[in-house]
Structure formats: C-alpha cells, structure tokens
C-alpha cells in the first residue's frame, strides 16, 4: 500500500510541481487533489 501512495506522491509532483512553483493557485488544486486521493484510498482499505 505504501508503494501505491509513493507512486502517487511522485506522479502528482511532477505534474503539479513544475506549475505550483509560479502558481500557488496550481498549488492549492493540489492539495485539495492529493486530499481527494487519500480518502478514496482510505475507503478503498
């Protein structure tokens, strides 16, 4: 399970982190991106 969340850790941050650092609106969708992804993978335990 951890692998997953590392895996998914790093895809988001190669497509949000080149964006985030001249946006911080990018930055926020993020965020509010990874949240959504971490409780899906919460129930999905």
């Known amino acids: 399970m951890m692998k997953?969340?590392?895996i998914l850790r790093s895809t988001?941050?190669?497509i949000f982190g080149t964006r985030s650092e001249y946006?911080?609106?990018s930055h926020s969708m993020e965020a509010l991106a990874w949240g959504t992804v971490m409780k899906s993978t919460n129930f999905a335990i």
Do not use: H, I
């Open 12 to 14: 988001s941050g190669a």
């Open 23 to 25: 946006s911080p609106r």
């Open 4 to 6: 997953v969340l590392a």
